[in-house]
Protein backbone atom coordinates (compact mmCIF):
# COMPACT_ATOMS: atom_id res chain seq x y z
CA UNK A 1 0.00 0.00 0.00
CA UNK A 2 1.39 3.46 -1.12
CA UNK A 3 1.95 5.63 1.60
CA UNK A 4 1.35 9.69 1.92
CA UNK A 5 3.01 11.33 -0.79
CA UNK A 6 4.46 14.73 -1.66
CA UNK A 7 5.56 16.98 -4.40
CA UNK A 8 7.84 18.70 -5.35
CA UNK A 9 10.63 17.79 -2.70
CA UNK A 10 12.74 20.76 -2.94
CA UNK A 11 10.87 24.32 -3.92
CA UNK A 12 13.22 26.92 -4.77
CA UNK A 13 11.26 30.67 -4.33
CA UNK A 14 12.20 34.07 -4.26
CA UNK A 15 10.95 36.67 -1.74
CA UNK A 16 7.33 37.76 -2.67
CA UNK A 17 6.67 34.94 -4.47
CA UNK A 18 3.99 31.88 -4.19
CA UNK A 19 4.53 28.35 -3.42
CA UNK A 20 2.47 25.83 -3.92
CA UNK A 21 3.03 22.22 -2.22
CA UNK A 22 0.86 18.62 -3.17
CA UNK A 23 0.19 16.36 -0.78
CA UNK A 24 -1.73 12.96 -1.40
CA UNK A 25 -3.02 11.17 2.10
CA UNK A 26 -2.66 7.08 2.10
CA UNK A 27 -5.84 5.54 0.27
CA UNK A 28 -8.88 5.55 2.52
CA UNK A 29 -8.19 8.08 4.77
CA UNK A 30 -9.89 11.32 4.52
CA UNK A 31 -7.99 12.98 6.77
CA UNK A 32 -4.88 15.45 5.38
CA UNK A 33 -2.85 17.38 7.75
CA UNK A 34 -0.09 20.38 7.20
CA UNK A 35 2.81 20.83 9.54
CA UNK A 36 5.98 23.19 9.48
CA UNK A 37 9.01 22.41 10.82
CA UNK A 38 11.38 25.28 10.57
CA UNK A 39 14.83 25.09 11.79
CA UNK A 40 15.29 25.30 15.65
CA UNK A 41 11.41 25.83 15.90
CA UNK A 42 10.34 22.42 15.81
CA UNK A 43 7.48 20.92 14.50
CA UNK A 44 4.62 23.54 13.82
CA UNK A 45 0.41 22.36 13.13
CA UNK A 46 -0.63 24.76 10.13
CA UNK A 47 -3.88 23.34 8.94
CA UNK A 48 -6.03 20.22 8.85
CA UNK A 49 -8.63 19.03 5.90
CA UNK A 50 -11.66 16.38 6.51
CA UNK A 51 -14.02 15.78 3.73
CA UNK A 52 -12.89 18.71 1.84
CA UNK A 53 -13.30 21.38 4.77
CA UNK A 54 -10.97 23.27 7.03
CA UNK A 55 -11.42 21.67 10.39
CA UNK A 56 -8.71 23.38 12.52
CA UNK A 57 -6.02 25.68 11.53
CA UNK A 58 -2.88 27.10 13.83
CA UNK A 59 -1.17 30.02 14.49
CA UNK A 60 -0.24 31.23 11.25
CA UNK A 61 -0.90 34.24 9.05
CA UNK A 62 -3.70 34.16 5.85
CA UNK A 63 -1.10 34.04 3.95
CA UNK A 64 -0.93 30.32 4.02
CA UNK A 65 -4.06 28.56 3.08
CA UNK A 66 -5.00 25.50 1.03
CA UNK A 67 -7.51 23.28 0.61
CA UNK A 68 -8.56 19.53 0.00
CA UNK A 69 -9.87 17.81 -3.37
CA UNK A 70 -12.68 15.62 -4.10
CA UNK A 71 -9.95 12.43 -3.59
CA UNK A 72 -8.90 13.84 -0.52
CA UNK A 73 -5.60 15.39 -2.17
CA UNK A 74 -4.20 18.58 -0.87
CA UNK A 75 -2.80 21.87 -1.93
CA UNK A 76 -0.79 24.21 0.46
CA UNK A 77 -0.29 27.37 -0.76
CA UNK A 78 2.25 30.06 0.84
CA UNK A 79 1.37 33.68 -0.37
CA UNK A 80 3.82 36.46 -0.46
CA UNK A 81 6.98 34.14 0.70
CA UNK A 82 9.21 35.30 3.38
CA UNK A 83 12.78 34.64 4.05
CA UNK A 84 11.56 33.03 7.41
CA UNK A 85 8.89 30.50 5.48
CA UNK A 86 11.84 28.33 4.81
CA UNK A 87 11.43 24.91 6.43
CA UNK A 88 10.10 21.42 6.10
CA UNK A 89 7.03 21.18 4.99
CA UNK A 90 4.94 17.85 6.10
CA UNK A 91 1.90 16.54 5.17
CA UNK A 92 -0.04 13.56 7.00
CA UNK A 93 -2.99 11.98 6.69
CA UNK A 94 -5.62 9.72 8.58
CA UNK A 95 -8.62 7.82 8.48
CA UNK A 96 -11.77 10.18 9.09
CA UNK A 97 -12.39 12.26 12.03
CA UNK A 98 -14.04 10.89 14.73
CA UNK A 99 -14.82 11.36 18.76
CA UNK A 100 -10.84 9.57 19.37
CA UNK A 101 -7.44 10.65 17.95
CA UNK A 102 -6.48 8.54 14.58
CA UNK A 103 -3.03 8.11 13.97
CA UNK A 104 -1.32 10.16 11.50
CA UNK A 105 0.80 9.00 9.00
CA UNK A 106 3.48 11.15 7.87
CA UNK A 107 4.94 12.18 3.67
CA UNK A 108 8.61 12.42 3.14
CA UNK A 109 8.01 16.26 3.23
CA UNK A 110 8.59 19.18 0.84
CA UNK A 111 11.55 21.14 1.15
CA UNK A 112 11.15 24.83 0.65
CA UNK A 113 14.15 27.93 0.12
CA UNK A 114 12.80 31.38 -0.20
CA UNK A 115 15.55 33.38 -1.22
CA UNK B 1 -2.57 25.51 26.91
CA UNK B 2 -1.39 21.83 26.14
CA UNK B 3 2.41 21.69 25.34
CA UNK B 4 5.36 19.11 25.44
CA UNK B 5 8.83 19.56 26.74
CA UNK B 6 11.40 17.30 26.04
CA UNK B 7 15.34 17.16 26.93
CA UNK B 8 17.64 18.94 24.82
CA UNK B 9 20.40 17.48 22.52
CA UNK B 10 22.30 16.47 21.11
CA UNK B 11 22.27 13.33 22.81
CA UNK B 12 25.53 11.40 22.08
CA UNK B 13 25.83 7.52 23.14
CA UNK B 14 27.98 4.82 22.20
CA UNK B 15 26.51 1.83 20.52
CA UNK B 16 25.06 -0.53 23.44
CA UNK B 17 24.71 2.16 25.73
CA UNK B 18 20.99 2.66 27.41
CA UNK B 19 19.15 5.68 26.36
CA UNK B 20 16.89 7.52 27.86
CA UNK B 21 15.16 10.60 26.20
CA UNK B 22 12.99 12.48 28.79
CA UNK B 23 9.91 13.94 27.69
CA UNK B 24 7.18 15.79 29.99
CA UNK B 25 3.68 17.07 28.59
CA UNK B 26 0.81 19.67 30.02
CA UNK B 27 -2.52 19.01 28.89
CA UNK B 28 -6.15 19.08 29.78
CA UNK B 29 -7.86 15.45 30.00
CA UNK B 30 -6.72 12.59 28.44
CA UNK B 31 -4.31 13.13 25.32
CA UNK B 32 -2.68 9.85 23.80
CA UNK B 33 0.91 10.30 23.70
CA UNK B 34 3.61 9.19 21.08
CA UNK B 35 7.19 8.96 20.02
CA UNK B 36 7.92 9.94 16.23
CA UNK B 37 11.59 9.78 14.82
CA UNK B 38 12.96 11.13 11.52
CA UNK B 39 16.12 9.70 10.06
CA UNK B 40 18.54 12.07 8.16
CA UNK B 41 16.79 13.40 5.24
CA UNK B 42 12.95 11.60 5.81
CA UNK B 43 9.87 12.68 7.17
CA UNK B 44 8.20 11.51 10.52
CA UNK B 45 7.54 8.01 11.77
CA UNK B 46 5.81 6.09 14.27
CA UNK B 47 7.50 5.24 16.70
CA UNK B 48 5.53 3.71 19.56
CA UNK B 49 2.29 5.33 21.19
CA UNK B 50 0.59 4.93 24.67
CA UNK B 51 -3.73 5.88 24.27
CA UNK B 52 -4.27 5.88 28.44
CA UNK B 53 -2.43 6.30 31.65
CA UNK B 54 -0.16 3.52 32.71
CA UNK B 55 -0.73 2.14 28.93
CA UNK B 56 3.02 0.98 27.43
CA UNK B 57 4.27 1.43 23.97
CA UNK B 58 6.87 -0.36 22.39
CA UNK B 59 8.61 -0.98 19.21
CA UNK B 60 11.97 -2.21 18.10
CA UNK B 61 13.40 -2.55 21.32
CA UNK B 62 12.33 1.14 22.30
CA UNK B 63 9.47 1.59 25.31
CA UNK B 64 7.49 4.50 26.75
CA UNK B 65 5.37 4.67 30.08
CA UNK B 66 2.70 6.74 29.64
CA UNK B 67 2.77 8.35 33.76
CA UNK B 68 0.01 10.74 34.47
CA UNK B 69 1.16 10.84 37.78
CA UNK B 70 4.02 12.42 36.62
CA UNK B 71 3.12 13.70 33.05
CA UNK B 72 5.61 12.05 31.54
CA UNK B 73 6.61 9.49 28.24
CA UNK B 74 10.13 9.29 28.64
CA UNK B 75 11.95 6.95 26.26
CA UNK B 76 13.83 4.32 26.39
CA UNK B 77 16.15 1.52 24.57
CA UNK B 78 18.16 -0.58 26.86
CA UNK B 79 21.48 -1.03 24.05
CA UNK B 80 21.66 1.87 21.25
CA UNK B 81 22.38 0.86 17.87
CA UNK B 82 24.77 3.30 15.29
CA UNK B 83 21.44 2.68 12.84
CA UNK B 84 18.95 4.66 15.84
CA UNK B 85 20.64 8.01 15.50
CA UNK B 86 18.06 10.15 14.25
CA UNK B 87 15.57 13.18 15.79
CA UNK B 88 13.16 11.83 17.78
CA UNK B 89 10.13 13.61 18.74
CA UNK B 90 7.45 13.60 21.85
CA UNK B 91 3.92 14.55 20.95
CA UNK B 92 0.28 14.56 22.44
CA UNK B 93 -2.62 14.02 20.19
CA UNK B 94 -6.43 14.82 21.13
CA UNK B 95 -9.98 13.46 18.80
CA UNK B 96 -12.39 14.95 18.14
CA UNK B 97 -12.73 18.92 17.04
CA UNK B 98 -8.72 19.72 17.49
CA UNK B 99 -6.95 16.47 16.20
CA UNK B 100 -3.59 17.63 15.87
CA UNK B 101 -0.92 16.82 17.12
CA UNK B 102 1.21 18.70 19.66
CA UNK B 103 5.42 18.00 19.54
CA UNK B 104 8.17 18.34 21.17
CA UNK B 105 11.47 20.62 19.71
CA UNK B 106 13.04 17.46 19.19
CA UNK B 107 15.92 15.60 20.59
CA UNK B 108 19.03 14.63 18.11
CA UNK B 109 20.43 11.09 19.05
CA UNK B 110 23.94 10.62 17.74
CA UNK B 111 25.09 6.83 18.72
CA UNK B 112 29.02 5.92 17.76
CA UNK B 113 30.17 2.82 17.17
Known amino acids: EAGVTQSPTHLIKTRGQQATLRCSPI?????VYWYQQALGLGLQFLLWYDEGEERNRGNFPPRFSGRQFPNYSSELNVNALELEDSALYLCASSLAMGARYNEQFFGPGTRLTVL | GNSVTQMEGPVTLSEEAFLTINCTYT??????LFWYVQYPGEGLQLLLKATKADDKGSNKGFEATYRKETTSFHLEKGSVQVSDSAVYFCALGYGGATNKLIFGTGTLLAVQP
Open chain 2, 27 to 32: ATGYPS
Open chain 1, 27 to 31: SGHTS
